[in-house]
């Protein structure tokens, strides 16, 4: 297995690279083309602001190469809003993977939304794992749901906290940070 984080500046590298050391794999990280298309898994990581995460994707031409990836990718946080065909944070287009568009919460709720919430989760990513567990996010914006919806959270209102389509899949939540749960996850998505 060859896994490749993707480093664009706009990730939290670590936090996956100790989740992955922790289930006794180690990830390369690397914005190289040849090498991201030749590993056996991709993950899109992001933390951060939208236009200038995808500025710094067209800058390595990776904005390009990413929907073009046939083995599986795992886009989280920002890295699935990215994956999305539209984002309201900073009017930014995005790569148009899965056909939906991130907008800004409008609530009287806490905005951003960080803390434990419950994940209504089906399909491979979510194997093994109870309805209704607790994922951790920290997000101000989210995917409206659509079709291509595998985990539902409600903060005030209902989005889509992952996604999946063909060999993509995303989540809002972050996984590396959602401890026993999250490692089933990523597990899940290592035996793709």
Known sequence: MNVVIIDYGAGNIQSIRFALARLGMTAALSNDIRIIKNSSHVIFPGVGEASSAMEKLRATKLDKLLPTLTQPVLGICLGMQLMCMHTEEGN???????????????????????????????GILFENIDANRYFYLVHSYYAIPNKD????????ITFAAALAKDNFYG??????????????????FLAL
């Not at 993977?97 to 919430?117: K, Q, S």
């Open 92 to 122: 930014t287009q995005g790569l148009g993977i899965f056909d939906t568009a991130v907008v800004r919460f409008e609530t009287n709720l806490n905005v951003p939304h960080m803390g434990w919430n419950s994940v209504d989760g089906k």
């Open 149 to 156: 919806m595998v985990g539902a959270c409600t903060y005030d």
């Open 171 to 188: 989540t809002q939540f972050h996984p590396e940070k959602s401890g026993a749960v999250g490692a089933r996850l990523l597990q899940n």
